[in-house]
């Protein structure tokens, strides 16, 4: 796993994976082509190829987050999305949690309500996952107590009152602004589909641990592996666009020197100064 590591690689995803061991990834993050509605270099999605690979490569107990929409074609929404979460129960991931990403900030321009999620299905192999829930602090505060039991050493129940929390867990609709300028950097802007850099950061920590391995097979401009990165994760990228490896390892180097990137590769305004 050595030459795999901490790199981002030039290649098809099923290929570099198909060159992996078995279940030793603890966790994967991506975001597939939404149909036709991106330019990505003209590469061909084979997705059933990329699901059994992934399903191979994750260890018992892993997760795949895969966040995905749909096209519309000809006015009906192309479904594509339910069909890929069914193929992947198919080859043996279990549905976790269907979580909505809601993006904020975008324009109404259709004669139906404005599409303003995607899915974010969260896949589990069979084993004990890794969660670290992402808590809020509760709207109010109770003043109720909680019956509970526990188990003695002698194998009798003992009725216990505790006091009600503070702190709750947050539900599974993550809203976002969406934008180049909600990715930290400028150098993601080359890349014509990037998701904020908090809803990577977000799936990170709830489904692993530090120096867990994190892979993004379709890893674009790098948001994942910049994270999982920041976060003390290692991370592997596999992108089929040398354009986009290099800015993704643009991004990478930048967290590794501490200095920002100060333009994107097409001479755009920076943002940094």
């Given at each position: 796993?050595d030459?795999?590591?901490?790199?981002?690689?030039?290649?098809?995803?099923i290929?570099?994976?198909?060159d992996?061991?078995?279940?030793?990834?603890?966790?994967?993050?991506?975001?597939?082509?939404?149909?036709?509605?991106?330019?990505?270099?003209?590469?061909?999605?084979?997705?059933?190829?990329?699901?059994?690979q992934?399903?191979?490569?994750?260890?018992?107990?892993g997760?795949?987050?895969?966040?995905?929409?749909?096209q519309?074609?000809d006015?009906?929404e192309?479904?594509?999305?339910?069909?890929q979460?069914?193929?992947f129960?198919?080859?043996?991931?279990?549905?976790?949690?269907?979580?909505?990403?809601?993006?904020?900030?975008?324009p109404?321009?259709?004669?139906?309500?404005?599409?303003e999620?995607?899915?974010?299905?969260?896949?589990?192999k069979?084993?004990?996952i890794t969660?670290?829930?992402?808590?809020?602090?509760?709207?109010?505060?109770?003043?109720?107590?909680t019956k509970?039991?526990?188990?003695?050493?002698d194998?009798?129940?003992?009725?216990?009152?505790?006091?009600?929390?503070?702190?709750?867990?947050?539900?599974?609709i993550?809203?976002?602004?969406?934008?180049?300028?909600?990715?930290?950097?400028?150098?993601s802007?080359?890349?014509?589909?990037?998701?904020?850099?908090?809803?990577?950061?977000?799936h990170?920590?709830?489904?692993?641990?530090?120096?867990?391995?994190v892979?993004?097979?379709m890893?674009?401009?790098?948001?994942?592996?910049?994270?999982?990165?920041?976060?003390?994760?290692?991370?592997?990228?596999?992108?089929?666009?040398?354009?986009?490896?290099e800015?993704a390892?643009?991004?990478?180097?930048?967290?590794?020197?501490?200095v920002?990137?100060?333009?994107?590769?097409?001479?755009q305004?920076?943002?940094?100064?």
């Amino acid at each position: 796993m050595d030459k795999f590591l901490n790199e981002i690689i030039c290649g098809d995803c099923i290929e570099v994976m198909k060159d992996m061991p078995d279940k030793c990834i603890s966790m994967a993050l991506t975001s597939p082509p939404y149909g036709t509605l991106r330019d990505y270099k003209g590469y061909t999605f084979d997705f059933e190829g990329i699901a059994n690979q992934l399903f191979r490569v994750i260890k018992k107990g892993g997760v795949l987050v895969w966040v995905v929409g749909d096209q519309v074609i000809d006015g009906s929404e192309s479904g594509t999305s339910f069909r890929q979460a069914l193929y992947f129960k198919e080859v043996g991931f279990n549905l976790h949690d269907t979580m909505i990403y809601q993006r904020r900030t975008l324009p109404h321009k259709h004669s139906r309500y404005e599409q303003e999620f995607e899915y974010m299905f969260v896949l589990t192999k069979s084993g004990r996952i890794t969660f670290n829930p992402i808590m809020r602090r509760k709207i109010w505060k109770e003043n109720r107590t909680t019956k509970v039991y526990g188990r003695e050493s002698d194998g009798e129940y003992k009725k216990g009152i505790v006091p009600q929390t503070e702190d709750t867990i947050i539900g599974n609709i993550w809203a976002y602004n969406v934008g180049g300028g909600h990715c930290g950097d400028s150098a993601s802007h080359d890349h014509p589909a990037i998701f904020p850099e908090q809803l990577a950061k977000d799936h990170i920590i709830s489904w692993s641990n530090p120096n867990d391995i994190v892979l993004d097979p379709m890893c674009g401009s790098g948001t994942t592996c910049k994270m999982a990165k920041l976060l003390g994760r290692r991370y592997i990228g596999i992108d089929i666009s040398e354009d986009y490896c290099e800015i993704a390892r643009e991004r990478l180097e930048a967290v590794e020197t501490g200095v920002p990137v100060k333009e994107t590769r097409k001479g755009q305004i920076p943002l940094f100064k």
